[in-house]
């Protein structure tokens, strides 16, 4: 079974972003890693509410405090940083799907805001969509 791309109908703009983000605490984001990497099948990203970047130690307590919620093992391939996220909107989604934006050009074109992101690859039993059925999704958490 071939993984459909979510097509992408628009963006949202910087002021539907902070609207949209006004309580959001933090979006997690579990989608299928690379086939070559067996022992982590599930690419996670973090979205965390905040533009301020955080020191290592409380990026450590944060990491640690996902993985024991979601039941998530063997993290591996650890980014955590500040980076420009930008939001699609497409009908076949209920809540806008948060995108790191990673191209200069899509930075250029897409309106974003910027958030510290966790990104890395590892394991859970919790997130069979993603593992077994090469589905992405996501899940916003409010405060």
């Known amino acids: 079974m071939k ?13 539907q972003i902070k609207e949209h983000l006004k309580n959001v605490e933090y979006i997690i984001m579990a989608a299928p890693a690379p086939d ?13 509410n905040t533009e301020e970047s955080l020191p290592k130690d409380i990026q450590d307590a944060v990491l640690k ?3 024991q919620e979601h039941k998530i093992g063997k993290p591996a ?4 940083q500040l980076m420009p996220v930008g939001f699609a ?4 989604q209920d809540t806008p799907m948060p995108m790191l934006l990673v191209k200069p050009e899509d930075q ?3 309106p974003y805001t910027v958030m510290h992101v966790m990104d ?23 405060e």
């Open 65 to 67: 405090k996902f993985l």
């Open 3 to 15: 993984a459909q791309a979510i097509k992408t109908d628009k963006y949202l703009n910087q002021q």
């Open 36 to 48: 070559h990497f067996k022992q982590t099948p599930i690419h996670f990203t973090i979205f965390l």
């Open 77 to 80: 391939e650890l980014m955590s």
């Open 89 to 92: 909107l497409s009908k076949a």
């Open 108 to 110: 250029k074109s897409i």
């Open 120 to 142: 890395f690859l590892a394991d859970s039993d919790a997130f069979d969509e993603a593992k077994k059925e090469n589905l992405t999704g996501w899940s916003y958490s409010y």
